[in-house]
């Protein structure tokens, strides 16, 4: 009896995997026969489905996957991926989703740290945006169009192109996705003059489970509220978001200044917990720690990267830092005077770079690294100096040598 089980084990095995393949290759069909009696004209359409079984399917998939731990053989997989060309296409999928009981995941950069718009645990449908990416900039009423398939940069270029005294208050990686970044909320490095990128958003276009299109006005305030950081996925797909502009200074000022622990890091950093919450609101200030081996013995120590960005020139900046922060020590020499734009690539650690990096999709931001796992929490008081110490040990261990903590100061319109 033994020796009979084995013998028809393998047997079961390939009829199993033959039904799983026949049951996907069914709702393969079954799903595009849909989209083709439910699209306004299918031979566009097609031209934008990715099945499994198309050998653009994997590049298209991958394309903007920023965390490789998902490009694993073991990461589920969508069914198929649509990457629309107009509204209409996101109708067709919407429709075609709901009727075969898939489950759809709104894919816009791909930034989400945990795969969130291109990984499901049920079988699902990528609905891609990066076709729909427009940036229409309106100069005189200082507003923007912006599609949920074009990235940070593509908004930042177009800004920078029209004006130099206009911005939008968004963050440092130029490949994060329009649609996500504003549908969870956005900080940036003018959050504490202007808000969270999400605040100054004026107006969208959505396309909700029914398949209507519906703007401000016609989706209700609670609707329009719950996009701006409820998340991109839960409450319809949002094609295009109306951002209000806003006013920067033709020059601000940067620094960025290290220190060790030799160099009373410890000290500076808990200082540090007090005195950027209050500084003025065009002032962004954030602590870099990280793990590095000492000048002075080769000994490991920590490299606390104080860096910050100011509204204003540098005979503002610095009596300003030397009244409020003079533990820290900065002088002129460590300031650099530059537009908003300049100072996106500057903070972004991108200085060395063109302008033309904000439209290359594909580049990997040095603030990312290619796999990695990143948590977040709010410090609600100051860390005690204390405290640092035993942090200070805990980055000294083997499993952290590639370890890294970012403090962010808030205050400002923030406290509001």
Request: glycine share 8%; with cysteine.
């Amino acid at each position: 009896m033994k020796s009979l089980l084995f013998s028809i084990s393998p047997f079961i095995f390939v009829v199993l995997f033959a039904l799983s393949w026949a049951t996907s290759a069914y709702a393969d069909e079954s799903f595009l026969d849909c989209l083709s009696l439910h699209s306004k004209d299918y031979s566009s359409i097609s031209k934008v489905v990715y099945t499994q079984n198309n050998s653009s399917y994997s590049s298209v998939l991958e394309s903007t996957i920023r965390n490789f731990r998902f490009t694993a053989p073991t990461t589920p997989k969508p069914l198929v991926i649509v990457t629309p060309l107009d509204v209409s296409h996101i109708q067709a999928t919407i429709y075609c989703s709901r009727k075969h009981g898939l489950q759809i995941r709104t894919r816009s950069g791909g930034h989400d740290f945990e795969g969130l718009s291109y990984v499901s645990e049920v079988p699902f449908v990528i609905v891609d945006m990066v076709n729909l990416r427009s940036v229409d900039i309106d100069v005189k009423n200082r507003v923007a169009w912006v599609q949920s398939g074009a990235v940070l940069g593509e908004l930042y270029y177009k800004i920078a192109a029209t004006s130099n005294t206009l911005a939008f208050p968004a963050g440092l990686c130029p490949t994060v996705g329009i649609g996500g970044y504003l549908s969870g909320g956005g900080y940036g490095i003018l959050f504490r003059k202007y808000g969270l990128a999400t605040d100054n958003v004026i107006d969208a276009q959505l396309v909700d489970v029914n398949g209507r299109v519906l703007d401000r006005k016609s989706m209700g305030e609670d609707l329009f509220w719950a996009i701006r950081g409820g998340g991109g996925g839960s409450f319809g797909i949002v094609v295009a978001w109306k951002v209000q502009l806003v006013s920067v200074p033709a020059t601000m000022t940067v620094f960025s200044i290290n220190k060790t622990l030799e160099q009373n890091a410890t000290k500076l950093v808990h200082r540090w917990q007090s005195v950027a919450p209050k500084l003025p609101d065009g002032f962004y200030s954030g602590v870099t720690l990280t793990r590095v081996n000492s000048s002075q013995d080769g000994k490991k120590t920590i490299l606390a990267s104080f860096h910050s960005s100011f509204l204003g020139g540098i005979d503002e900046l610095v009596p300003l830092m030397q009244e409020r922060f003079p533990e820290l020590g900065l002088v002129r020499e460590d300031c650099i005077e530059m537009s908003w734009i300049e100072s996106i690539l500057y903070m972004g650690q991108l200085s060395n770079e063109t302008l033309d990096i904000l439209l290359d999709r594909t580049f990997q931001s040095p603030l990312l690294s290619p796999s990695f796992k990143s948590k977040s929490d709010y410090v609600k008081k100051p860390i005690p100096e204390i405290a640092f110490q035993g942090l200070w040990s805990k980055l000294f261990e083997e499993e952290a040598r590639f370890a890294s903590l970012s403090f962010i100061a808030y205050g400002g319109i923030m406290d509001e």
